[in-house]
């Protein structure tokens, strides 16, 4: 019989990002997948980043991870999100051509070493207590591993809805896996109910493309990986419409017609990607709203148009589409359809992502109440890295929240679990100002080189960057120069007897680097991509000192470890729904603990007193 | 847990005293010294006993988990205040399992860990328990009954709010985002920082309140100015002689004046002087009666003193057992007196009218790093977008300043502070 170290049920984002981070770190792995059609296949948008999601792909990428070279090779418009804004809150984004996405994301699994792409369908978890041992097959096959990582999207109790038609399934044409939920439901987890929607997808030759905005990409196109250096494929433009009163008024009177609003479906929806039926009801004042047309790739037919996803039936979506100036002739492809379906509250896992009461199994991805690409694909990294640690033997890999944003969204999702579908945001890092797409490389590859998941290149090209980023630092911060100086450089500085380095100077918002290097004209020799880099560091420094007080203080919080078996029951003063939470949550130590809902400063003092108490027994 | 127990009132004998039991096992010890309990938050008189001895009939009260002060079980006997009765219910108390004495602080922090306090209130209580006038009673019912912690809380909600603002703009760019947020942001901060700003000045005089006004007497040696402090305090708190420049150190006397605490400080008189001793006495004076919250300055002559008066000080003529024209104060006759009572009392208790929610340094400190941060988070507001990145972390560190002084996080250096700096024994 095969035996591999990790097993990985799934090839969507979650599961290539698992199975490619597992290969890397030398584990034997398997990604089994209904069809090799299926693996890297975009379901939703054409697109990938964003704000918070470019951050995560950025940081997929500085650990080696796939998502971001494919998504490069398959840009075809790139725009880098609040450029006029500071680069922290930058976000890389691209518009993705479906096909060569796909494509190239087939041809990175089957050239990756290590890895076993094995066509089938997985019907059964093979169980030796409550440790799972192996898969079965849809064909009977039985494959033994380790570990498995499960990332199979909202097949649990998927239902796809269109108006008052409903039938089962995952995604579109996918069948779902009456066994293997009902294994999963045999451990117990707790389960919740979510929701999402898609729109109709349109036929680019019926658009009247010539009346219509035009949104093109930037000129010069940030890329999501650092080893990325020029463009793959041909570029194009999005179009911009809107919905207008006459549109909203069919949506309106069709909305008993809804499956969201007929009182078809009972899952929570993302607040802040409404279906149009959502927006016309929620935001009733406002009488248009934007829709972008976005072709889903270079050779086919298809647009997708982001802004009016819906759950109506399919007369009423020819009606509203045709309602919106540009779209008057419009084909539909594929309707716009809504789909609800079972997550695993995230709580139930780990920080590596392993469920907690059934050991060697790694969730990720939309099973744990996330939504996006690049959520999935993050968190698939993270279980198949820790999913070869533990099946070699190695210390868990984990990603904590003053250093990357996986360590933000991991925390998240096992502290605090989702009340909706959870999407990224920079809002959401505490530490942004450090937390940067531009620096993901180097907050992130030294560890990624520790663990030896990086290729020779990828290794090369990270030590220049950070020995030439070091040596610019120095030259910057050797000499200080008098306000006398730094004015008849043609720097304004208040005449306060203070004198700055280049670096300090390049703190004022307003000083460009051209700037110090009149200050300082041997600074002109540091290579121009180095001097953006030092610029966007020092922009920042001030604020980052400030804020590593702040990591310090969280750092040692974390520290105060919470034991395995710590018993919250019984100890007096913690109200029973918080002593539940806990027990079900398990926060591995105080500052996570500080983060669950619901906490008190009076019930963390009392955790705290507890665990010094425990310490003191237990030494 | 343990169930602790302790003496809640004070040492010695007394009309009644009270033993506070709290825990686990406090109705099982309850049950043991008096038979039946009241039920739950009642009362009822009930014979003390130690197997077939009767120790004394006192006043039961039974409190359950949480409604108590701890937010355990809690039970207490008022017994009658005598010291041999004390000490044998105390060791009754002692010899059954599962009881031990209370450490210092001890139903305190339990009250905290329980949720039933937060640290503002924990603090206030603190300042309740050594309130020793009417308005340090005042103030201290206040931050226990939690009205620091609202008004935060209050202010916290209105900064999340404007921080909401600035991030929509931020992470939901590439959307159909409306309207400038700045005009509302800036408002939100206004209006955070003008309270927050009063609040830290204000917490100035409340401080007053909590540690007492100090009132300088300055004046020329021999002005008698030692003789009014001894006619003030009713007593001889400063030694009085006919020489000049006897009193070289300040001596201090502190009174209750109608609920305001006041300490009235006695300081060496001021004149030029070869001796070195009283040199350095006066030079303390001066610096002392420059940074008291009042001066009385007992002169008729201003130009003859090295310090001006500002504008609430009160100045009075010296001795008037010795003049003729009615005016002036003397601590000899107590005339005048009562009148300088009076004019010190209005003094303060116009400020006092104004006093803030907080009296810590803690606090202000807090307060004044918020305060801080919503400045520079306001400007950066007005210079636009393009730097919204920073004003939106500069209303973050605002944010856990307010956090930090409510007690939300950072738990243990919060913890430390707390249990080293709290009063023990309460």
Redesign the interface.
């Known amino acids: 019989m095969k035996h591999f170290d990790v097993l990985v049920i799934g090839g969507g984002h979650a599961g290539a990002e698992a199975a490619h981070a597992a290969a890397r770190m030398g584990a034997n792995t398997a990604l089994v997948t209904m069809t090799l059609s299926g693996i890297g296949i975009m379901s939703c948008n054409p697109a990938i980043g964003?704000?918070?999601k470019g951050h995560l792909v950025r940081e997929i990428d500085a650990m080696d991870g796939v998502m971001g070279k494919v998504a490069d090779k398959a840009g075809i418009q790139f725009?880098l999100?609040?450029r006029?804004?500071?680069p922290?809150?930058q976000g890389p984004?691209a518009q993705a051509d479906r096909a060569i996405y796909q494509r190239e994301m087939l041809a990175a699994t089957l050239a990756q070493p290590n890895l076993t792409v094995v066509e089938g369908e997985v019907v059964d978890l093979k169980m030796t207590g409550t440790q799972v041992t192996g898969v079965e097959l849809a064909d009977g096959t039985l494959i033994d591993c380790t570990t498995v990582v499960l990332t199979t999207g909202t097949f649990l109790r998927g239902i796809i809805h269109i108006g008052e038609e409903k039938r089962s399934g995952g995604r579109m044409g996918d069948k779902a896996s009456v066994r293997l939920a009902e294994r999963i439901d045999s451990f117990g987890l707790p389960l919740g109910r979510l929701k999402t929607g898609t729109p109709p997808r349109l036929d680019t030759r019926t658009i009247n493309w010539s009346i219509l905005e035009e949104q093109q990409g930037d000129d010069d196109p940030a890329f999501f990986s650092f080893e990325t250096t020029q463009l793959f494929a041909r570029q194009v433009s999005c179009g911009i419409t809107h919905t207008n009163e006459r549109t909203h008024e069919i949506i309106s009177k069709n909305l008993s017609r809804s499956a969201m609003y007929g009182g078809h479906i009972d899952g929570t929806g993302p607040r802040?990607c409404p279906s149009i039926e959502d927006k016309v009801v929620r935001f009733a004042d406002k009488s248009s709203?934007?829709v972008f047309l976005e072709p889903e790739s270079l050779t086919g037919n298809t647009v997708y148009p982001n802004?009016i996803s819906t759950s109506l039936p399919v007369d009423v979506q020819h009606d509203y589409i045709h309602s919106i100036v540009g779209l008057e002739e419009a084909v539909i492809l594929q309707p716009g359809y809504a789909i609800e379906y079972d997550y695993v509250d995230p709580r139930a896992l780990d920080a590596s992502l392993q469920l907690r009461a059934t050991s060697h199994l790694f969730l990720a991805g939309q099973i744990n109440g996330t939504t996006g690409y690049e959520e999935a694909a993050a968190q698939g990294m993270v279980a198949g890295l820790n999913a070869a640690c533990l099946a070699q033997g190695r210390d868990p890999v984990h990603f904590g929240r003053a250093t990357s944003y996986i360590g933000v969204m991991i925390d998240d999702l096992t502290t605090r679990g989702v009340t909706e579908p959870y999407r990224m945001?920079?809002?959401r890092a505490?530490f942004?100002?450090s937390l940067r797409a531009d620096n993901a490389d180097q907050r992130l590859t030294p560890r990624a080189i520790e663990l030896g998941v990086v290729s020779e290149g990828r290794r090369r090209l990270f030590e220049a960057k950070r020995d030439a980023l070091e040596a610019g630092y120095q030259a910057m911060t050797r000499e200080k120069y008098s306000p006398k100086q730094i004015t008849a450089a043609g720097i304004a500085v208040k005449e306060d007897g203070t004198r700055r380095t280049p670096y300090q100077l390049l703190a004022f918002?307003d000083v460009q680097f051209s700037d110090v290097i009149r200050v300082q004209p041997d600074l002109d020799t540091i290579d121009p991509p180095i001097q953006i880099q030092l610029a966007r560091d020092a922009l920042y420094a001030n604020?980052i000192d400030?804020q590593q007080k702040?990591i310090d203080?969280l750092q040692?919080?974390e520290a105060?470890v919470i034991p395995d078996g710590f018993v919250y029951a019984g100890i007096?003063?913690l109200?029973n729904e918080l002593t539940s939470k806990l027990e079900r949550i398990r926060p591995s130590n105080?500052a996570q603990a500080?983060r669950v809902e619901g906490m008190?400063?009076?019930?963390?003092?009392?955790l705290?007193?507890k665990l010094r108490q425990h310490k003191k027994k237990s030494a | 847990?343990d169930t602790i127990f302790a003496l809640a009132t004070a040492q010695g004998r007394a009309g009644v005293a009270v033993v506070r039991v709290s825990?686990?096992s406090a109705h099982h010890a309850g049950r043991m010294l008096c038979g039946a309990l009241p039920d739950a938050s009642c009362f009822a008189v009930r014979a003390v006993r130690s197997g077939d001895e009767l120790l004394d009939r006192a006043l039961v009260l039974t409190f359950a988990?949480p409604h108590s002060f701890t937010?355990?079980d809690v039970i207490e006997l008022h017994l009658h205040g005598s010291i041999a009765i004390l000490q044998r219910v105390l060791s009754v108390l002692g010899e059954i399992e599962g009881l031990r004495l209370a450490e210092p602080g001890e139903f305190t922090r339990?009250a905290?860990?329980?949720?039933?306090?937060?640290?503002a209130q924990v603090e206030g209580l603190a300042d309740l328990i050594d309130a020793e006038t009417e308005f340090q009673r005042a103030q201290a019912m206040q931050t226990v009954e939690g009205a620091l912690s609202k008004v935060v809380e209050d202010w916290r909600a209105r900064l999340i709010h404007a921080a909401s603002l600035l991030?929509v703009t931020?992470?939901?760019?590439?959307?159909?985002v409306p309207v400038d947020v700045a005009p509302e942001v800036v408002d939100l901060l206004a209006e955070v920082i003008l309270q927050a700003s009063d609040e830290v000045s204000r917490s100035y005089v409340a401080e007053r309140v909590r540690s007492g006004f100090e009132v300088a007497i300055v004046g020329l040696p021999n002005a008698g100015k030692s003789t009014l402090l001894n006619a003030l305090a009713g007593r001889d708190a400063a030694i009085t002689s006919e020489f000049a420049g006897t009193t070289r150190d300040v001596i201090e006397v502190r009174m209750d004046l109608d609920g305001l605490p006041v300490t009235f400080l006695d300081t060496a008189g001021l004149r030029d002087s070869d001796d070195h001793v009283e040199a350095i006495g006066i030079e303390r004076a001066i610096a002392r009666a420059r940074t008291a919250d009042l001066r009385v300055f007992l002169t008729d002559d201003m130009s003859a003193l090295p310090l001006t008066p500002l504008p609430q000080d009160i100045v009075v003529a010296p001795k008037a057992d010795l003049r003729s024209d009615g005016t002036g104060v003397s601590g000899v006759t107590g005339a005048g007196v009562t009148d300088l009572v009076q004019a010190v009392k209005a003094v303060f208790s116009d400020k006092v009218a104004h006093a803030g929610l907080t009296s810590r340094a803690r606090h202000r400190t807090s307060l004044q790093s918020a305060v801080a941060a919503l400045e520079t988070a306001q400007d950066l507001v007005k210079q636009g977008?393009?730097?919204?990145?920073?004003a939106?972390?500069e209303l973050?560190?605002a944010i856990?300043s307010l956090e930090f002084l409510?007690?939300?996080?950072?738990?243990?250096?919060?913890?430390d502070e707390i249990f080293s700096s709290f009063c023990l024994g309460k």
């Open positions: 964003g704000l918070g725009r999100l609040n006029r804004k500071g922290a809150v984004r802040y709203h934007q802004g945001f920079t809002s505490e942004r100002l918002p604020y400030r702040d203080r040692k919080d105060h007096s003063g109200s105080l500080a008190t400063p009076a019930a963390l003092a009392l705290l007193a | 847990m825990g686990p988990a937010g355990e339990r905290l860990e329980n949720g039933k306090m937060d640290l991030e931020i992470d939901f760019a590439d959307e159909d977008p393009e730097v919204y990145d920073l939106a972390e973050r560190i856990r409510v007690g939300r996080i950072d738990v243990e250096n919060l913890l």
